[in-house]
């Protein structure tokens, strides 16, 4: 499998040209604005990226997991920011690939393909870590639900057209009572709140958003209703390796800079860094290759339709790990070249893998859970089979 | 050694605490949004005697000791770390004034700096490997009254802003290091100019910025120590330098893991407050047991520096000890706040990019393990 194929390989060079191109050469000024890049996304439009996860009679391009993958590991190369831009798009168009009827499908697709964007609304401000315990509610009244609530820390919020909302359709059973539902940009009531001024991916675009008796038509409920939880577990399932991707980017980033760094630092070949420096480079490689190989792997388990919900908790763990302890040892290789150069910025935005879409520490919940059913049936089995 | 401070000790440390409470904790947001260099706030250190901690009382010093000095650094780092950074560059300068001028160079120039009428910067690193070796490496030439000086300093605090700078510059064309000679420099000599401040990524209010000389004639009496002595004034002040940004970090890891200690109780998940969560415990506890470690090295190697003992073996310890765990201080203690902890309107982010700076070191970050290993194995 780590052999990628020629139409792979032909996916990874088209994302690297346009990253090369549209994003590398303004993603330092847009970390400094913390402006979100529309001219990204006209340029996104004509090549129908933002349209990757559409299946083709949707119009839409149909990638693989794995090719998706590929893609934001050189948007997480080029700019995390835009990256997450685009992993957040795709995000919410994965809630309705999970329980989207075929007609929710076309209304929701149709925009991804002409170049809009998506994002997906689950985190409130007491309901985080645990995404259950949201207070947003969704009322059923004749052929339409009411919105009422607060959504933070949204991805896209500010800019998309379409988006995936959480609410309880009933709160006495909390999170058994949560649905989601698609709604649509501009619906009277759906304002957006602040905007985060954050740490990194600043030219991503992270807001507040505001319901207040927002009338969406009971069609725009997805699966039935106390479905919520489970779409956007099985959401988060499929979307956490794209944070696993975006990290791979970023580390491999943070290796080649650094190479960079020391190649213009010493261009005497007598006077070379010494071992020290040069096996931390060689641990930085290790790191991003096994990083990446356990990506491609669990790319690879969905591509293949076997459970991969363990593997995508542990690959989002380990990349995101991997990107910001390398990113961290760039800067300090660095020294303060990487302190005042562009080099910080990959660190900074290293900071956030760890933490959204599950923090680290959520994702470990669930690979432990895992661990300790698994481990005994393992050991069971090699004491039965050596009897 | 005593590993208990004294009395004295503990006195300057907390008036450094209630000072910084008091002139550092309401100005740090503003200061690390505009970058703008706090004339107001390094006048009222000069007060406090904070800019000549450790100088001779006969020049003006309040001639505390280097325990006082890295307690004043911790103490002020714990609200602003910048400010300590504007205060660490200038002691390099006076460090390297009081330890190697001569009885006319100490009078001319540290009284001004104990009482901060004149900002002091000291300045050794450059874009080639090491000083001396690259193409825009500080040349000094040898003129029949003096030196003649061209080349480039890069990254330089205080850039700018100081009134002397104490350089190092190379007398021998591709002798390198072997032919470094410190000099004492004004800032306003006819041809030094300071380039564009860097941007930075932490550490704001602090200004960084090349020094470029074209031309600058020093006199005889410029030059600090004696020729060729300038690796082994910078070996020993540049640990200095690395001892008080040690102190720094810990300073910046205290503050942060306060922080979080004290979010965490109030993060309600899960029907709890995430305090009562084993794993966020264990983040705290590895954070403050870190930082409690470094504090311990921070003030052994201040100690036998105040005793007059060899001291840059422990300093390159507890500066490799923090290359591996001082940043993580703050990526935990921000993990500990999540979502919340990633937010430019909550203090972490400030404190995870001031760390990011006070844990480089001006030197190859293979410097300590360099020095380390070669203390054992002599």
């Known amino acids: 499998m780590s052999n990628l194929t020629a139409e792979q390989k032909q996916i990874q060079q088209t994302a690297r040209e346009f990253v090369a191109k549209h994003i590398i050469p303004v993603a ?15 340029e996104a439009r004509k090549s129908k990226i933002f349209a990757m996860a559409v299946p083709k009679e949707f119009g839409g391009l149909d990638y693989s997991a794995l090719a998706q993958a590929l893609v934001l590991e050189e948007w997480g190369y080029g700019c995390a920011g835009m990256g997450t831009t685009l992993a957040a798009s795709v995000l919410s168009m994965d809630s309705v690939l999970v329980a989207g009827t075929e007609e929710q499908k076309k209304r929701f697709f149709e925009p991804m393909v002409r170049g809009e964007i998506g994002s997906f609304g689950l985190t409130e401000p007491g309901a985080g870590s645990d995404a259950g315990s949201g207070k947003s509610t969704a009322v059923k009244v004749g052929d339409e639900y009411v919105l009422n609530g607060t959504k933070c820390w949204i991805t896209n919020g500010g800019f998309a057209s379409v988006y995936v909302i959480y609410a309880l359709t009933d709160p006495s059973k909390g999170m058994k009572g949560l649905s989601a539902f698609i709604v649509e940009k501009g619906r009277p009531g759906f304002t957006i709140g602040t905007v985060d001024h954050k740490l990194g991916i600043r030219s991503s675009n992270t807001v507040e958003l505001l319901f207040k008796d927002v009338h969406i038509p009971a069609s725009n409920l997805l699966g039935k209703e106390g479905d919520g939880m489970k779409i956007a577990m099985k959401t988060l399932d499929m979307a956490r390796p794209a944070i696993a991707a975006l990290s791979v980017g970023l580390a491999q980033r943070a290796l080649d800079e650094c190479v960079k760094h020391l190649q213009k630092k ?7 860094p010494g071992q020290t420096l040069q096996f931390k480079l060689a641990d930085m490689r290790i790191e991003v290759e096994a990083a990446r190989q356990l990506l491609h792997h669990t790319m690879d388990l969905r591509d293949a339709g076997v459970p991969f919900s363990v593997e995508s908790a542990l690959a989002k763990d380990f990349c995101a790990d991997v990107a910001m302890k390398i990113t961290a040892q760039a800067v300090q290789l660095m020294g303060t070249y990487g302190y005042t150069s562009e080099i910080a910025k990959l660190m900074r935005d290293a900071k956030i893998m760890q933490i959204y879409e599950g923090t680290n520490q959520i994702q470990r919940l669930v690979i432990s859970r895992a661990v300790l059913t698994a481990a005994p049936a393992a050991l069971a089995a090699a004491q039965k089979a050596g009897k | 050694m005593s590993t208990h401070l004294t009395e004295e000790q503990e006195l300057i440390a907390k008036n450094a605490r209630d000072f910084a409470e008091e002139y550092l904790d309401p100005i740090v947001a503003e200061l690390d949004r505009t970058d703008v260099f706090p004339t ?4 009222k250190m000069a007060e406090q005697d904070f800019l000549g901690l450790f100088l001779p009382a006969e020049f003006g010093g309040a001639e505390a000791g280097y325990v006082s000095f890295v307690g004043v650094i911790e103490n002020l780092s714990r609200s ?16 390297a004034i009081q330890r190697w001028g001569t009885p006319a160079q100490k009078q001319d120039y540290l009284p001004a700096l104990a009482s901060a009428k004149t900002l002091g910067a000291f300045a050794v690193y450059e874009n080639g490997p090491t000083p001396g070796v690259g193409p825009d490496a500080l ?12 080349g480039t300093k890069a990254y330089v605090r205080n850039a700018g802003k100081a009134d002397i700078y104490v350089v190092l510059a190379c007398t021998e064309v591709a002798a390198g290091a072997k032919a470094l000679t410190a000099f004492v420099v004004s800032g ?7 380039g564009e401040p860097a941007e930075t990524m932490g550490l704001k209010g ?17 030059m600090l120590g004696v020729p060729n002595q300038g690796m082994v004034i910078a070996a020993e002040t540049l640990s200095l330098g690395a001892l008080a940004e040690a102190a720094q970090t810990v300073g910046i890891g205290q503050a942060a893991v306060e922080h979080a200690a004290a979010y965490s109780k109030t993060r309600v998940q899960f029907g709890r407050p995430i305090s009562a969560l084993q794993a966020i415990q264990t983040l705290l506890a590895e954070t403050v047991t870190d930082c409690h470690m470094a504090r311990l090295g921070v003030l052994h190697a201040a100690q036998l520096m105040e005793d007059g003992e060899p001291f840059q073996t422990e300093v390159a310890m507890v500066k490799q000890f923090l290359a591996r765990l001082g940043s993580k201080m703050l990526l935990d203690t921000v993990q500990v706040e999540g979502g919340f902890g990633y937010s430019e309107t909550m203090p972490l982010p400030r404190l995870f990019r001031d760390i990011a700076g006070t844990t480089l070191l001006d030197a190859p970050a293979d410097f300590p393990e360099k020095t380390i290993a070669a203390a054992l194995l002599a």
């Open chain 2, 80 to 95: 602003c770390a910048a400010v300590a950074s504007i205060v660490v560059n200038h002691s390099l300068a006076a460090y």
């Open chain 1, 266 to 272: 010493y261009p005497d070949p007598k006077v070379q």
């Open chain 2, 40 to 43: 107001d706030v390094v006048k």
């Open chain 2, 188 to 194: 306003a000599a006819v041809g030094l100019t300071v």
């Open chain 1, 28 to 42: 330092a000024k847009l970390d400094k604005s913390g402006e979100f890049h529309p001219f990204l996304v006209d």
């Open chain 2, 206 to 222: 602090c200004p960084v910025a090349n020094l470029v000389f074209k031309n600058v004639m020093l006199a005889e009496s410029a």
């Open chain 2, 139 to 150: 040349m000094a030439v040898k003129q029949p009254e003096g030196w003649l000086l061209n």
